[in-house]
């Protein structure tokens, strides 16, 4: 697979000196568009920035075949073909009864072990660093897989921000509770509000994503508006979608999936070709838009990124 970096910003700071040199090593993660200034630390900080904020219009002519090393999936398909269970379980729900969801005005409640908890709104989190345009592989637990170009922050940024104390040991995150727009809250299929969660180094590792756009455009309702989680080298399910709650804690949170039926959803879950879910394999995937299936591979592919942080677990007992 062919790999590329494009970082187009003007960043000063120390830490994103590291970070590109990081950038240049890394399979198939490109950061381009970066838009506005340093990394924005205090409250007045933020203030200044939000002139620079916007997202980006997507670069259509960069993001080829011949310089991904894969196509990106379509915007027809990433937008129609959705889980968000709180919308429907079927793929084409969400598209349908999410029209008219309301993702703005959007607060979300950060509480737990850190300095800074509080009520934040959207404006204040996304300014806490630059936003960017990565193309992420994304693997489903259900054996699919997309392509998609993410416009967001690192998860790091934010979490910076809230200042966390050491104690710290897990990050979780929940989803808007609210049946009257969400009607697949109606059901008992999950636990609502949804829940996730990240052991805290898995937080703050680089490839974290909070997504507010795709293909250069804000977030469509059904890919988890205003504001979501993507971590690209885990399953899907990991990646929440309408965050309205960030807590640091000391102890493994609860997740919904994990709840709903523990012996086919680890907390971990991260993407691995040798453990299979108790009813399907994981060895192949299919990429959405084509037809035949190609195989999956560890931790989705970036493994030269992520997996110093399962050093010495055992990957079928913690899966
Ligand atoms: N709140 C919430 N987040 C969610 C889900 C959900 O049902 N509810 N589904 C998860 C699953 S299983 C997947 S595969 C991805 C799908 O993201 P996409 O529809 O943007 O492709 O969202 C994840 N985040
Ligand atoms: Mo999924």
Redesign the pocket.
């Known amino acids: 697979m062919l790999i590329k970096t494009i970082k187009i910003n003007d960043i000063k700071s120390s830490e994103i000196t590291s970070e590109s040199s990081y950038y240049a090593r890394r399979d198939f993660l490109i950061s381009l568009t970066a838009i506005g200034g340093g990394i924005a630390l205090g409250s007045l900080a933020l203030e200044s920035k939000a002139k620079d904020l916007k997202i980006s219009e997507f670069k259509e002519n960069k993001w080829t075949k011949e310089y991904l090393g894969e196509s990106l999936t379509s915007f027809d398909d ?1 937008t129609n ?6 919308f429907g379980t079927r793929k084409t729900d ?1 598209s349908k009864n999410a029209k008219d969801f309301k993702s703005k005005p959007w607060t979300i409640i950060v509480d737990g072990l850190c300095g800074n908890p509080g009520r934040y709104s959207y404006d204040q989190i996304i300014r806490t660093s630059n936003l960017e345009e990565r193309v992420y592989r ?1 693997r ?3 054996a699919w897989s ?1 392509v ?1 170009p993410w416009v967001g922050v690192p998860l790091k940024s934010v979490i910076n921000l809230f200042n966390p104390l050491s104690k710290a040991k897990y990050v979780a995150f929940e ?1 808007l509770l609210d049946p009257k727009q969400m009607p ?1 809250q109606k059901s008992n299929i ?1 636990e609502w ?2 829940r ?1 969660g990240l052991r805290f180094d898995e937080a703050i590792n680089p490839l974290a994503l909070l997504a507010v756009g795709i293909y250069g455009k804000e977030l469509p309702n ?3 508006a205003p504001i ?1 989680l993507v971590v690209p080298w885990k ?8 965050i309205v709650r960030i807590s640091f804690s000391e102890h493994e949170p609860q997740t ?2 994990n709840m709903a039926s523990a012996s086919e959803y680890g907390f971990y879950s991260n993407v691995n070709p040798e453990v299979s879910h108790p009813r399907w394999s994981q060895k192949k995937e299919r990429r959405i838009g084509e037809f035949f299936k190609q195989p999956s591979l560890m931790f989705n592919g970036y493994q030269n990124e992520v997996e110093s942080l399962y050093e010495g677990m055992n990957l079928r007992k913690f899966f």
């Not at 073909?81 to 709180?86: H, K």
């Not at 399953?235 to 309408?242: C, E, L, N, Q």
């Open positions: 990433i073909y959705n889980n968000f269970y709180e969400p994304f489903c637990v259900e997309m998609v989803t697949g999950l509000p949804y996730e059904q890919n988890g979501r399953y899907g399910f990991k990646s929440i979608k309408s919904s999936w």
